[in-house]
């Protein structure tokens, strides 16, 4: 089992940047692909972001490529979503999630076995 706990939500204005972190337990972390998830009300999940094992493989969401950036420390069984120039329609739940057994960015959320509980960003304008 991994345990996956998000922090780093909150409200920003637009324009503004938050970074979301991810803390994993329970599994090596190092075997674990890591990806970041959104879902707004009304709407279905959305892919944002991925990375790999070692942080060479990383995938991104059109809606949020040149804004968000994924990284990963493996020594602190921790991932991360800086996220810079936030748009109000970047408001959503955002969630951690973690794939076994696969090395590379994945952005299928059918592939993710571990699921963290989420945190709200809100971005106002």
């Known amino acids: 089992q991994v345990q996956l706990v998000e922090s780093g939500g909150g409200l920003v204005q637009a324009g503004g940047s938050l970074r979301l972190s991810c803390a994993a337990s329970g599994r090596t972390f190092s075997r674990l692909a890591m990806g970041w998830f959104r879902q707004a009300p009304g709407k279905e999940r959305e892919f944002v972001a991925a990375i790999g094992w070692n942080g060479g493989s990383t995938y991104y969401a059109d809606s949020v490529k040149g804004r968000f950036t994924i990284s990963r420390d493996n020594a602190k069984n921790t991932v991360y979503l800086q996220m810079n120039s936030l748009k109000p329609e970047d408001t959503a739940v955002y969630y951690c999630?973690?794939?076994?057994?696969?090395?590379?960015?994945?952005?299928?959320?059918?592939?993710?076995?571990?699921w963290g509980q989420g945190t709200q960003v809100t971005v106002s304008s």
């Open positions: 999630a973690a794939a076994r057994g696969v090395p590379t960015a994945q952005a299928n959320f059918r592939r993710y076995d571990y």
